[in-house]
C-alpha cells in the first residue's frame, strides 16, 4: 500500500516568511510524528499526535513552530517568521496505535530552505 | 542526558565479507532499540527493532542485530555484504515509559560496500 507522503519535497523560502508542511500518513495509523533533520545529523523529535491530539510536543523548538492534525488523519506543520536556522529536511512518520512497540515508517521529507 | 551513540563516521567493507555497524546507548530503564537505513534522496527505512527477550534480533534484508544489556550496545550486523547495502545507518532508542513515542537517534554510519 502507499507510504507516508510529505509535500513539497522542496521548499524555498525567505527568512521571515511563513510555510506550511503536509504529511499524509499510511491509512489507518492513528500515530503522526513529526522530527527535523539537519546536514550531518540525526533526526531530532519535534512533536507526536495521538489522533487529532498533540500527545508529546515537547521537541518543538520554540513558539514559532505549530503543528495541527484537524480530522486524525493529514498533519500540517506550520512555521512562523522563518530564520535560516530553520533550513533542514523535516521528516513524517505514522505508526500503528495497537502494536506492542510501535514501529514509526517515515516518509521522503520536505527540504526546507530558508534564505 | 539520555543519547545514542555511533562511534564511527564511516565503516569500509569489501562485498562479501561480514559487516558491523556499532551502537551505543545511555538511557534510563529498559528502552526499546531501532535500526533505520537511508539511502540518498530517501526515507529512513525500518530494518529491525528490539523490545524484549532474544538478544538477537533478525530484520529486513539480511540484517541482524546484537542487544548487549551490560554493555548498552546494539551493534547491527550481516554476515555477507553487498554493494546495494551502501547507505547511511542510523541506530534510535525509545525509553519504556508511560506514553513516550520519542525516538532518540545517533549521528548515523555511513557504510560503504566495495565491489
Known amino acids: 500500500g502507499a507510504g507516508v507522503s510529505q509535500t513539497p519535497s522542496n521548499k524555498v523560502t525567505e527568512k521571515g516568511k511563513y510555510v506550511e508542511l503536509r504529511c499524509d500518513p499510511i491509512?489507518?495509523?492513528?500515530?503522526l510524528y513529526w522530527y527535523r533533520q539537519s546536514l550531518g545529523q540525526g533526526p531530532e523529535f519535534l512533536i507526536y499526535?495521538?489522533?487529532?491530539?498533540?500527545?508529546?510536543d515537547s521537541g518543538l523548538p520554540n513558539d514559532r513552530f505549530f503543528a495541527v492534525r484537524p480530522e486524525g488523519s493529514v498533519s500540517t506543520l506550520k512555521i512562523q517568521r522563518t530564520e535560516r536556522g530553520d533550513s533542514a529536511v523535516y521528516l513524517c512518520?505514522?505508526?500503528?496505535?495497537?502494536?506492542?512497540?510501535?514501529?514509526?515508517?517515515f516518509g521522503p521529507g520536505t527540504r526546507l530552505l530558508v534564505l | 542526558a539520555q543519547s545514542v551513540a555511533q562511534p564511527e563516521d564511516q565503516v569500509n567493507v569489501a562485498e562479501g565479507n561480514p559487516l558491523t555497524v556499532k551502537c551505543t546507548y545511555s538511557?534510563?530503564?529498559?528502552?526499546?532499540l531501532f535500526w533505520y537505513v537511508q539511502y540518498p534522496n530517501r526515507g529512513l527505512q525500518f530494518l529491525l527493532k528490539?523490545?524484549?527477550?532474544d538478544n538477537l534480533v533478525k530484520g529486513s534484508y539480511g540484517f541482524e542485530a546484537e542487544f548487549n544489556k551490560s554493555q548498552t550496545s546494539f551493534h547491527l550486523k550481516k554476515p555477507s555484504a553487498l554493494v546495494s547495502d551502501s547507505a547511511l545507518y542510523f541506530c534510535?532508542?525509545?525509553?519504556?515509559?508511560?506514553?513516550?513515542?520519542?525516538?532518540?537517534w545517533g549521528l548515523g554510519t555511513s557504510l560503504a560496500v566495495n565491489p
Open positions: 491509512s489507518g495509523h492513528t500515530a
Open positions: 499526535f495521538q489522533g487529532t491530539g498533540a500527545a508529546d
Open positions: 538511557v534510563s530503564g529498559n528502552p526499546y
Open positions: 528490539y523490545i524484549t527477550g
Open positions: 534510535a532508542v525509545r525509553l519504556n515509559a508511560g506514553n513516550n513515542r520519542k525516538l532518540i
Open positions: 512518520a505514522s505508526s500503528l496505535t495497537g502494536d506492542r512497540v510501535e514501529t514509526q515508517y
